[in-house]
Structure formats: C-alpha cells, structure tokens
C-alpha cells in the first residue's frame, strides 16, 4: 500500500499498475487496512449473538421453574439483563460497522480518483468518461457493503447457525436431524442461485456506465445535438442503456426474490417438520414440553443467521462484481510521475529540439515518419501544413501525453524523457485548439496554474489579452462563472483568457495551437504582440492558419505528411516551396471566419 502523494490518503496500490487482481484478493485488501475494527465488530457481533443466544435456555429455564414452582428472581434478572446486553451491543456494533463501510467507499473513492486523473491519454482516447465515472459513484458503493458488512454478515452467519446448531442439538438431536435435512436441501438450491446473482449485478452496473457514457456525449456536445435535430437518437441511446440496466436489475429482482422464499422456506418447513415430529416425541412421553419449546425457539432463532448468511452472500457477490468493474480501471495505464504542484518559477528559455519522430496512433497508421525541426530558444516558431499533417501530435508529444516510438526532443541538451512528467509540464504552458475552461470563475480558470499570481500579475496579464475592459464589464468581475467547458465566453475571450492564464505561469517553452483563430483583425494584431513580447522571456511554438502570424514569426517548420518539408523565413518558404504558395493561397488568410474553415 502507498501513500498518495496529493490526496494524503493510503490506497492500496493507487499509484502502481497492477495488473488485473481476483475480486475477492481485491475485497480483502480494502478490508485489511480496517481489520482491527473489523474484528472489534466481529467480536461485538458474537457477543450479541451470544447473548441472543442464551435467552432460549434460561426461558427454558423459567418455564420449568413455572412448573415446579421454584423462585424466577435470579432467571429474570439474567433475561433482563441479557436483553439489555443484545440490544446496546448490536448498537454498537452497527454504528461501528457503517462507520468503517463509510471508511472504505472513501478509501475506494479516492484511489479511483487519483488514479482517473492521472489515467494516460492513450487509454483516455479509448475509454467514455460518463462510463468511469460511475466506477466512482455506484459501483464503489457496493464494494461499501461487502468489504464490511457482507464480510461480518458472512463471520457473524455462519458462527451463529453452527452455535444454534450445536445448542439445538443439546436440547434434542432427533428433532436436529429433521432439520438439518431441510437445511442441506434449501442451501443446496441457494448455491446454485448465488453466483448469478454476481454476474446480474455487473451486468447492471455495465448498463449504468453505458447511461453515464451516453448522456456524457450528448449534454458534452448539447449545442451540436439541439442543432441537428438529435434529441431522439440520443434519448433513444440512453434510454436504451437503461432499459438495459432495468432488465439486469429485473433478473436480480427475481434472485433476490428466490433467495428471500427459500430463507424463510428454511425456517417455515423445518418448523412444521418439527412440531409434527416433535410433538410426536412428547406424545410418546420421549421429549419434555419445554425442550420441544426451547427447540422451537431456537428454530425461530435460526432466522437471523440465515438472513445473516443470505444478505452477507449477496452482499458480497454484488460487491464482487462491481469490484471487477474497479479493477479494469486500477489495471489502465496511468501517469505515475505527476504531482500536481503549481509551476516553479521560470528559468531561462531552452530551445526545443525535434529529433527524428516516428509515431503513431494506436490501431491508427503512422502521423509522424522521422518529424526533424530545432525552435531556436527565445523565438517565435511557427508551424504550418496542411489538416492531418501532424502539428498538434508533435504539441502532444513534447508534453509527452504519448510517448514516441523512435526519436528524440530536447529542452536544449535534454531528453524531455530524463525530466519526469511532472517537471517537463512544470516549464511548458500549452493553449488548446479549443482552448477549453474548468466550470469555475474567471479568477479560478486564470489563476489555474498560478494560484499565486499577485494582483498586480493578473490585472498586467488581462491587459495584455484585451480582457481588462471586458472583465470590467462583468457585474461580478473575475469572479464571474464561465459555465460547463467555458461556453458562457465566446470563442474570442475564451481563447484571451487561455493565453492569459498561460502567460501567467511564466513558461519557459509556450505552445500555442491556432489561438488566434477566433480572434478579430485588431485583438490578433494585439495579440501576436503579446506573444512576441513573451517571447524574450520563454520559447514559443504556435501552430498557425493566419497569414499575419507566420510572417512575423522568426521562424517557419513546414509540415507535410508527417515530415519537416521546409524551413526558414516567410519570405524564403514562399520563394521555393510549392506547398507554401499554395498553403498561402488557400489555408493561410488574413480573415478568421477563413482561417477557421479552412484550418477544420
Ligand atoms: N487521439 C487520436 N487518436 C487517433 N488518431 C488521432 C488522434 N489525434 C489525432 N489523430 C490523427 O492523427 C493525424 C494528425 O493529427 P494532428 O491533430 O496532429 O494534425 P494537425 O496537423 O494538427 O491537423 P489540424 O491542422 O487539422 O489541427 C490525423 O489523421 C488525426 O486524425
């Protein structure tokens, strides 16, 4: 077990990739981290067994002593007393096991969530969020219950009925044998039921990650559905999940059901079985009264461990379904070099160096057939090339969100792979295409990365974006709520305000995909000054579809296929590339409605 390093919290195994574990190694290794308490349970729930337990026999007791007619003081006090006892200590033994079921949906919690946080980008490309996150909320509150109360329900269960059985057989053990022939038949047909009832369980939990999955696609691309007249199709999607889900849940139902009728069946027919037989036995004059009634009172005892084995059973093959669900996502690659600190202050800016990349996507044929390019230190680098051609893969891979097959990239003479991940991202700020926002304020988006960015910072920063007059417009100012993905700003200050909270971290290498792309003529002009200004303290590298951007930029990489076909200044790239001319005749325009058609 590991300590985790940014919630504080032990998870068993959080930070490695374990490979897929049995379920129930899974179960136990949530459990053992509480079995001190565990066992305090166990115990308390033994003694209220026990003292559950004793009452039959001093109520046996009593009613002999009825009969005789000798003194009931000492017996009833017992009772009381016994009483007294099984109620404060299933109490206590409740509160304990709750509180502990409550300890281990939290500890499950928080190494699902560390471990999706830093899960790599690669299995992110293949798996749906709204399916993960329900590993999160339901499925972990199944394993709640069995880690804790299942595993007690199983201990108390079992030991109980062996202790009921034992004392049944003291009383009378003609009448054990009748019922012990009803218990081997009825547990017989509850085996077979069991295991089904794990199997339905992820089944259904499958079907809620497909509902999760299906409404996270149409309320993450809401505009684009209403748009196209999609409300149908994707309420079909959905629904059709949770049909899914309801028919898993019907099949449970049903088991459950079964499950339910042969417990009570068990304590129904053994008590018919043993009043025949039993008052039989007193007929004859060969069993008193009262050991027939002890007998029978144990009988209604026999009850409650049933139940306990019934619910701790289910518990635990629910649980164990859903813990396989856990562990698909504990047995996903993860990022197990990222610490989640804020930037450290900028040191002075390298220059990067593309080395002869090869890549691919997985199951995708290859982007990047041996990419070569140096974006000298302190300069504006721009790429260009045609849609498909590799740039944002060649971003992705210098913030090793993948990592490459063949070649190398430097930060001046190191290997970005020699920096951990976290080190590396520490120097780079990066503006997405998109430029997507954290549902937050404007404060929270801009201070992001740099939360401890002085005033002063941030009110220069908004400046230089063009969005000190548009916060000042807000009735709220920067405490202002961007909304889900950002989309109550437009595409222009969502973009400002990307750049504005990369500035702020004071990068040493500044990556920048198509920014201005949203941008009117007179912010792009600002801005393209903005970045120039940045650029004396850090590297930049901007993907570019303006034609104003690349002709003040120090340096052009022509991108073609997945190659460097060119390089060097606007003016000598348009003298002999064929590419360029035609690139600046088509996709590079001044206009950002163009540029943007043209770029997607
Ligand atoms: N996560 C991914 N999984 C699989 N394939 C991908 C992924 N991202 C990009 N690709 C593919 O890799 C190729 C290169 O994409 P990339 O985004 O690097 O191109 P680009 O030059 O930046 O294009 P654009 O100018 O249109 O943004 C494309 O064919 C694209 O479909």
Redesign the pocket.
């Known amino acids: 077990m590991e300590e985790d390093r940014t919630t504080g919290v032990n998870t068993p195994d959080a930070e490695q990739s374990p490979a897929e574990r049995p379920a129930l190694r899974a179960l136990l290794s949530y459990a053992r981290p509480h079995r001190g308490i565990l066992l305090t349970v166990l115990a308390l729930t033994l003694a209220g067994s026990a003292a559950g337990l004793a009452q039959p026999l001093v109520i046996q007791s009593v009613l002999a002593k009825l009969m005789t007619g000798e003194g009931l003081r000492e017996d009833i006090l017992l009772l009381t007393g016994l009483l007294l006892a099984s109620i404060g200590l299933t109490w206590l033994q409740s509160w304990l096991s709750e509180r502990t079921a409550e300890r281990v949906v939290l500890q499950v919690r928080r190494g699902l969530i560390a471990r999706l946080i830093r899960l790599r980008t690669a299995e992110l490309?293949r798996t749906e969020p709204g399916g993960l996150t329900t590993r999160v909320t339901s499925d972990s509150t199944l394993v709640q219950h069995a880690a804790t109360g299942g595993l007690i329900q199983l201990v108390d269960g079992s030991i109980h009925l062996l202790a009921t059985i034992v004392l049944m057989g003291i009383v009378s053990l003609p009448l054990l044998g009748i019922t012990s022939a009803v218990l081997v038949v009825v547990g017989i047909a509850m085996g077979v039921v069991m295991p089904r009832i794990k199997r339905v369980t992820t089944e259904a939990q499958t079907s809620v990650g497909e509902i999760g999955a299906a409404l996270d696609r149409s309320l993450g691309a809401a505009r684009t559905v209403k748009a196209n007249g999609g409300e149908a199709k994707e309420t079909e999607r959905a629904t059709e999940a949770a049909t899914r889900a309801y028919r898993a849940g019907l099949k449970g139902a049903r088991y459950h059901a079964l499950i339910a009728v042969l417990a009570g069946l068990i304590v129904q027919a053994s008590f018919l079985a043993v009043i025949g037989f039993g008052g039989a036995l007193v007929a004859m004059g060969t069993l008193e009264l009262a050991a027939l009634i002890g007998f029978l009172l144990y009988l209604f005892n026999l009850g409650g461990p049933v139940l306990s084995l019934v619910g701790g059973t289910t518990a635990l093959q629910q649980g164990l379904g859903a813990l396989a669900r856990i562990e698909e996502v504990r047995s996903m690659a993860a990022e197990d070099d990222v610490d989640g600190t804020p930037p450290a202050p900028s040191g002075p800016p390298p220059a990067v160096t593309v080395d002869g990349l090869t890549f691919g996507?997985e199951g995708?044929t290859p982007?990047l057939h041996g990419t070569s390019f140096v974006a000298p230190a302190g300069k504006v680098t721009a790429i260009v090339?045609p849609?498909?051609?590799?740039?944002?893969?060649v971003f992705s891979l210098i913030q090793r969100f993948y990592d490459t097959e063949g070649g190398r990239i430097l930060l001046d003479d190191t290997d970005i792979r020699s920096l951990g991940r976290a080190e590396l991202r520490r120097r780079i700020a990066y503006v997405e295409?998109d430029s997507p926002m954290l549902a937050g304020t404007l404060r929270e988006n801009l201070l992001y990365s740099a939360p401890d960015a002085s005033d002063e910072a941030v009110a220069d920063v908004l400046r230089r974006t063009l969005l000190d007059g548009f916060v000042a417009s807000l009735p709220d100012g920067l405490d202002t709520a961007v909304g889900a993905r950002g989309l109550a700003l437009s595409g222009g200050e969502r973009q400002r305000l990307a750049i504005a909270r990369a500035l702020l971290r004071r990068p040493q290498v500044l990556l920048l995909d198509e920014v201005t792309a949203h941008l009117d003529g007179l912010s792009e002009t600002a801005l393209r000054r903005t970045v120039e200004e940045a650029a004396r303290n850090c590297t930049v590298l901007l993907?570019a579809h303006r034609l104003s951007t690349v002709t003040t930029a120090d340096r052009l990489v022509l991108?073609e296929n997945g190659r460097v076909s060119d390089h060097g200044r606007h003016e000598e790239l348009l003298e002999r590339s064929a590419l360029y001319q035609d690139l600046t005749a088509t996709q590079l325009t001044a206009g950002p409605a163009v540029a943007t058609a043209g770029?997607?």
């Open positions: 490309d996507y995708r982007v090339g849609s498909g051609s590799g740039k944002t893969t295409q993907i991108f770029a997607h």
